[in-house]
């Protein structure tokens, strides 16, 4: 799990790979857990929070933007 400094110093083109990489894992954590495969739930949680700071960072970015 990265910090939220570690997210803060990405870029926006960065922040949007790691946003496709995260929501492809999400899919495939989905699948697992589905098949009960699913070796760690806690990721699943881990990944979505993961996802919600990226958002929450892009938001701040495009508001800061406009202003």
């Given at each position: ?17 790691d946003m ?10 989905r699948f ?17 929070r993961e ?17």
């Amino acid at each position: 799990m990265a910090s939220i400094e570690d997210i803060r110093a990405k870029t926006d083109d960065q922040l949007s790979a790691d946003m496709t990489e995260l929501k492809r894992e999400q899919f495939n954590l989905r699948f697992q857990s589905a098949t009960n495969q699913l070796e760690r739930p806690a990721r699943i949680k881990e990944v979505r929070r993961e996802i919600a700071r990226i958002k929450t960072l892009q938001g701040e970015r495009a508001r800061a933007a406009k202003a």
